[in-house]
């Protein structure tokens, strides 16, 4: 069973995802059409997913991931918007989305993202997601010393072809909890907290 956040200020597509909430799997379902209001609702109630609009009237939804990656770590992050530039999807990413739609994206695919998300992927439209490829395969950095051992590199390279954890255990032969453990691992070295932001963070360190 899931709690909603949904961020959204244009009243008629806020209502449009104000459906979600008839769906069996969401039990409670809170809207704010501002930053101020969103960050409110964040203190005062704990939320499964936050699905994030960047474009609001008093700031810019960036700073409710933020919020939220560090007060509720446990709140899934996944953001639906018009910004599909690379800037805007990088720094989403970084700031600690896993997820990031567009705004033109059905209902039912978002519905089926949301489950994704919540069963451990990372759902990114497709012009989202080949910024975020490109980002990995050009690289601008100087590769450092690899922090990470060879066992938590193979994790690293699947965790960047989007495997769910089941899948990469089947793959390299070990139980969801090890790769849970090896994905433990990657996210402390890397400072990060998301599997995007640890595919990031390894493509800048040129680790990918």
Not at 103 to 115: Q, R, V
């Amino acid at each position: 069973m899931t709690r909603l956040l949904i961020v959204e200020d244009i009243p008629a597509y806020q209502q449009f995802l104000g459906q979600l909430a008839s769906s069996s799997k969401i039990t409670h379902c809170d809207c704010a059409g501002s930053l101020a209001e969103a960050l409110m609702l964040a203190e005062q109630n704990e939320y499964d997913l936050a699905l994030v609009d960047l474009g609001l009237p008093d700031g810019n939804g960036r700073d409710l991931i933020h919020y939220l990656r560090k007060n509720h770590p446990d709140t899934e992050v996944m953001v639906l918007t018009i910004f599909g530039d690379e800037t805007n999807v990088l720094s989403a990413i970084q700031a600690g989305a896993r997820g990031y739609l567009l705004k033109d994206t059905p209902f039912e695919k978002i519905e089926e993202a949301i489950e994704s998300q919540l069963a451990g992927g990372a759902p990114m439209s497709a012009a989202v997601a080949a910024h975020v490829l490109n980002q990995i395969q050009v690289g601008t950095q100087t590769p450092l010393n690899n922090p990470l051992t060879n066992r938590e590199n193979e994790v690293l390279v699947l965790l960047a072809k989007g495997l769910k954890t089941s899948e990469i255990g089947s793959e390299m032969g070990i139980s969801h909890y090890t790769v849970n453990d090896h994905i433990k691992a990657i996210y402390r070295k890397l400072e990060v907290s998301s599997r995007c932001e640890a595919v990031f963070e390894a493509n800048q360190q040129g680790l990918l």
